[in-house]
Nanobody, 119 residues
């Protein structure tokens, strides 16, 4: 049973930074894709950033240049460095992972961590 546990959320002022972590456990196979999603109050969950086991990354336009996704394959951990935070970055941030390299969905999800940016 794959388990994803996020940490690092909190309250930060606009312009500040936070670093989220997501540790995966219980996987006997490589999690070839990992990602961060977020959901703001009253809105649908949206993709923030993705990373493959080879290090290829993609970002939502709204976070390009401010957020950086990275991963430590040896530790099965993915990170999201968030800089220059804005009030609109507020939401619950979810980690997702999947063994498939080519797929539009993710099989495994964390419980989420709250990020609140005060303006």
């Amino acid at each position: 049973q794959v388990r994803l546990v996020e940490s690092g959320g909190g309250l930060v002022q606009a312009g500040g930074s936070l670093r989220l972590s997501c540790a995966a456990s219980g996987s006997s196979f490589s999690l070839n894709r990992m990602a961060w999603y977020r959901q703001a109050p009253g809105k649908q969950r949206e993709l923030v950033a993705t990373i493959t086991s080879g290090g290829s990354t993609k970002y939502a336009d709204s976070v390009k240049g401010r957020f950086t996704i990275s991963r430590d394959n040896a530790k099965n951990t993915v990170y999201l460095q968030m800089n220059s935070l804005k009030a609109e970055d507020t939401g619950v941030y979810y980690c997702a992972a999947d063994r498939r390299l080519f797929s539009g969905s993710y099989d495994y999800w964390g419980q989420g961590t709250q990020v609140t940016v005060s303006s």
